[in-house]
C-alpha cells in the first residue's frame, strides 16, 4: 500500500503552523512539471549523445544562474593539503584513521579537517562513503587524537569552543564501526569549516576566501552557501585522488537535510562521484518545489537568505516561473544510480514531493536503457526499492539513522558489486 501521512500528524502541524504551511494533500495546488528531455529551443532530446551535449549542460547552467548560484573561480590553482595523523590501529584495530587539514588557498584560513577511517581487514583501494556534518569531527568517534576546534553556533552567530564531553556525541548518525565492517572507507568534516551556516556569512570561509574575484558587487548569480558546502565535497574528492587506499572511482556521496541538498548539488556538478545520497533533504533538494507542501521557496529563502543566490529569491510564491524542478536536478545525476530518502514524520520535507521529484527522473534514466525507480506509486513505510534510482520512507523523524545507512550501504553494495 503506498504510503500516506499520518492525519493526526498533519492535524497537529496544521495546527501548530507559523509560516502558513501547507501540510494536506487536498491543498496542494495544481502543477505541471516541466520536462527535462524539452530543450529551451524548443526541441526534444531522444538520445544520449543530445542529453549529454545539449540538455545535461543546458539543465546545469539554470539551475546555477537561478538556484544555487556559481563560484567566481573554475580551478583552485593553490589547493593543497597536509596529512596530519596516521593510525593504522585505530577502533579497535579495525580501521586506519587518517586526519588530513584541507586549504582553499596559499595562506592558512580557511581550511577544513577531513577524518577519514579506511577497514582495515579488506583489499584496498576501498569504497568510501563521503558527507559533510553538523559538527566537529570529535562528535564522530570518541578517538582522542581527533583535535576539538572551534565551532559556529547558528543560532548566535558566534564561535564556541566545544566541551571535552561532547567526543563522541553525534556517533550514531555516522555509524563508523557498521560502515567499516562492511568494506566501505568513512570520511567526513564539519561543514562551518567550509563556509559558517549564519546569514552573515559573507566574509568568513570559501567566501572571505575567493568573494573578492567577483569584484565590487556580488553578483545575481553568486554562489549561496549550499554551494560553498558542495564545493567543499568536490575539494574532498581531489583529495581522494591522491589516495591509494581509497578508490576514487567509488565515492558516494551522502547528505542530511540542508547537507542532502547540498550532496545533490554537489553531485550533479561533479561526475567524480559515483553514487549520490540524499537523506531527507526537502525544500531546495529532493523535494519538488511547485507542490508547495511543507517549506516553501519564500520560508526557505526568508529563513535562510545565504543558502541560495539571489535571483532565487524571485521565485518566492512564483514556483510555476521556474525553468525547472528539483526533478531535474536529480536527473543531471543519470547514469549514476541515485537514492533519495524521506522520514514519515518529516512532512516539512514534503516526503511526497521527494518520491515525485525522484519518479519524474527517470526518463533520463530511460534514456540511457537503465531501469530507473522500480515503482510506480510511492511504496510503504519501511518498504526500500532499489532500482539505478533507490528511495524508501522510513518511520520515524528528521535524522539520518542506521536504518537509512543499511539501505545505503545495500544499495551501494548493489552497484559496486555487482558480479
Ligand atoms: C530546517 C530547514 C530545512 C532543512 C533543515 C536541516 O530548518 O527548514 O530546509 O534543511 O533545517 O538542515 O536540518
Redo the contacts with the bound molecule.
Sequence with gaps: MAWKANPELVKKLRENDVFGAIYDEELVPEYSLPDPLLCLDGTKVTDVKGWIEKRRPEILELFRTYMYGRPPLEKLDCFRYEIFDIEKNALGGIATRKQIKIFFTKKEIPYFNLLIYIPNNFESPVPIFTLLHFYGNHTITEEKAIPINLEWDRENACQYMPEENTRGSHSKTIPVRNIISRGYGVATAYYGDILPDIKNCYQYGVFGAFDHLFGEKRPLDAWGAISAWAFGLSRIMDYFETDQDIDSKKVVVVGH??LG?TALWAGAQDERFAIVISNNS???GAALSRRRFG?TLKI?NE?FPHWFCENFKKYKEKEEDLPFDQHMLISLIAPRPVYIASADQDL?ADPKGEFLSTKNAEPVYKLFNLEGLPCDEMPDLNSPVMGTIGYHIREGK?GLTEYDWNFYINFSDKHFRKK
Design positions: 537535510s540542508r541538498k526537502g525544500c531546495g517549506e526557505i529563513v516539512w528528521h
